[in-house]
């Protein structure tokens, strides 16, 4: 059987990956596939750039949209990045028949409803395994692996780039910007890494499990995004002597009253698997009603590691691009028809428990009315921590862990706290999950 023609769009970190696994590979994935699969066109910005790493091999031009149009391509990949241009191509790819894989989180968790759509009515596959946890095959995971399963939830770390800051920091006292440096010499960091480090990026991986686990669409706009820049030293060492460590984590939660989407710095405790997830390395634990909780650990971003989901996927297509549409596995996971949308909840109806750190004047009485307040807005305390002022210091820190309630009482509550004069400044909360 003749090879299958691949378009790539973009050859940069995933790009090159995917372009030198497939050569490196192809004989094994030959054997698997049950043809080749050959990349015959690429586009980029940087002809010689291009030029130089593809060595001849196939033709590469600066005009996407000859690859998006060319009769002989089979199978479009987007590793370019961005959305709108992005989302253009695709289209125009999915227009002319083509089947798309891409690695591009933020154009689906953005536009994927629209792409899956014309896909649908198209009869091709759009498949993205790149797109959440780099070379984890989550996606496969959710939609086929675990397909028995009612999911009731997906907690991950999936940002590769934030969780190798936070794991160096820590471990070897480095620096926020040395280490994103580090990350993006490595190529784990987005394009713009503002997406990384504010939680943007993570927040698209969560809303693409969200629809995959649940069955909703994607509604990037509906998460809760919260990212690292803000978090600070002393609560990392805080967390650390109550038994915690703070990760940020994608969270995707089935309530009674609604969907949770949120993205947000989390403390985990210790003796947990996935709190010891280090480095660029990604998690996702997912629970289901049978199979209970399941976790899926590896490389989260890289070059190989991307690639090795890209080609995956591409496998995938070319095993079943002769298959009718109609028994191929649903995109989202669930049949279109079956597709519901449900309300994802705003932030102040999310249950969960807090970390919260108060700077207070070591001085009778305040422990008394920090907790008062604390039980006219029905919270418990579960555990608490209080420091010894140092030397010539008249305040101290008070640290407090709660149970689980209501983002509003936690809100309302701090609100009180911090108009009592022997409190200072503000509260510092960050929201704690047990993922038991
Ligand atoms: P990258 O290193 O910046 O590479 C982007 C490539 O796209 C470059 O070859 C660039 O060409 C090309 N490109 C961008 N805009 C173009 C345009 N308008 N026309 C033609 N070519 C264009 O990015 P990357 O890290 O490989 O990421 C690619 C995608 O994979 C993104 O969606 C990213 O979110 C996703 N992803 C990345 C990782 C990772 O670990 N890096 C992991 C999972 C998913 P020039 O070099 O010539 O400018
Ligand atoms: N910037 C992303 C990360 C790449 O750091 O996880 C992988 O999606």
Redesign the pocket.
Known sequence: MKPIKIGLLGLGTVGAGTFRVLRRNQQEIIRRAGRGIEISMIAVRDLPKAQAIVAGACEVVTDCLQVVNHPDIDIVVELMGGTEFTKELVLTAIANGKHVVT?N?ALLAIHGNEIFRAAQDKGVMVAFEAAVA?GIPIIKALREGLTANRIEWVAGI?????NFILSEMRDKGLDFATVLKQ?QELG???ADPT??IEGV?AAH?ATIMAAIAFGIPMQFDKAHVEGISALQAIDINYAEQLGYRIKLLGIAKRTTKGIELRVHPTLIPSNRLIANVEG?M?AVLVQGDAVGASMYYGR??GAEP?ASAVIADLVDITRLATADPEHRVPHMAFQPDSIRQEVVLPMAEITTSYYLRLSVADQTGVLADVTRIMADFTISIDAMLQKEPAQDETKTDIIMLTHQTQEKNVLAAIEKIEQLSSVYGQVTKIRLEQLS
């Open positions: 690695a989180k780099g999936i940002n590769g780039t934030t990350a784990y960091a987005e997406f990384d990026d991986k660029a990604n989260g971003a991307t």
